[in-house]
């Protein structure tokens, strides 16, 4: 069980157990955490439930107490034919995540964002020149009309 209150602090909160605990072939029941939410509840991997009746009643059908065919955990949108077929399809989701790609993305945004900065550090380099020319020919300007008001 994967139990997290929803508020600003979890809102954008990505839980490492919740592949952990797939890998090891066990149920996983989480509140609605976006990033269990999807893709694992989504994909009917992870039952989702946020009240601690629908904590009892997944906890129950995923223990085997409910009336279904022998095997299967089946409630609501959560309809997997039997546990083998499960397990076949959280390793072949898991199949395609590790923490070698995961460091990959990281580092990837973190390239695009500081190439992004650069950039618009560069642009604002080549503003700011212009910008102050612009506004030391407004003081000249003024000056000028200041000089031939006062002279006149």
């Not at 996983?28 to 990033?35: A, G, K, L, P, Q």
């Not at 009643?57 to 089946?74: I, R, V, W």
């Not at 642009?123 to 407004?138: C, F, G, H, L």
């Amino acid at each position: 069980m994967l139990l997290f209150a929803r508020n600003e602090s979890t809102r954008f909160i990505s839980p490492t157990k919740t592949p952990e605990y797939l890998a090891a072939g066990k149920p996983v029941i989480s509140t609605s955490i976006r990033d269990v939410v999807r893709p694992y509840g989504e994909l009917n991997l992870v039952r989702i439930a946020d009240t601690p009746d629908e904590f009892i009643n997944a906890a129950e059908e995923l223990l085997g107490y409910t009336k279904s065919e022998p095997g299967a955990m089946a409630t609501g949108s959560f309809q997997t034919p039997s546990k083998k077929e499960w397990l076949q399809k959280v390793d072949a989701f898991l199949a395609n995540m590790s923490w070698d790609k995961t460091w990959q993305q990281m580092s990837n945004l973190i390239s695009q964002t500081v190439d992004e900065k650069r950039e618009l550090t560069h642009i604002n380099s080549q503003i700011t020149p212009i910008t102050q020319n612009k506004r030391e020919m407004s003081f000249k300007r003024a000056a000028v009309s200041f000089e031939s008001v006062k002279s006149a």
